[in-house]
Nanobody
Framework: QGQLVESGGGSVQAGGSLRLSCTGSAYRSDRCIGWFRQAPGKEREGVASIDGFEHTTYADSVKGRFALSRDNAKNALLLQMNSLKPEDSAMYYC???????????????????WGQGTQVTVSS
């Protein structure tokens, strides 16, 4: 199955930006890959996903602020996060799905390889 590794997290002030990266031996550009986040005491929620046909989906809470892109040279999926808010603070995970299409936003079905996460903290 391989593994995924997230990087790029950190601490920023509200309004700032971060760019997360997801790469690893499990990275597949022909599969659905999703970004998720989980804050303490809350359920894991879907943030954004890209399928094997380059179709992207974003959670309503991040639309217009977050953007997915691929770094093909590094076999990585990037999540550019702008205009960050304190409520964006969470552990962020990427995961690869067994299918080339993505499940409905927030659904976890089919994601079989997960990274260990990278922490994002946004202060007000």
């Amino acid at each position: 199955q391989g593994q995924l590794v997230e990087s790029g997290g950190g601490s920023v002030q509200a309004g700032g930006s971060l760019r997360l990266s997801c790469t690893g031996s499990a990275y597949r550009s022909d599969r659905c890959i999703g970004w998720f986040r989980q804050a303490p005491g809350k359920e894991r929620e879907g943030v954004a996903s890209i399928d094997g046909f380059e179709h992207t989906t974003y959670a309503d809470s991040v639309k217009g602020r977050f953007a997915l892109s691929r770094d093909n040279a590094k076999n990585a999926l990037l999540l550019q996060m702008n205009s960050l808010k304190p409520e964006d603070s969470a552990m962020y995970y990427c995961a690869v799905n067994v299918r080339n299409t993505c499940p409905a936003p927030g659904w976890l079905a089919g994601y079989n390889v997960w990274g260990q996460g990278t922490q994002v903290t946004v202060s007000s």
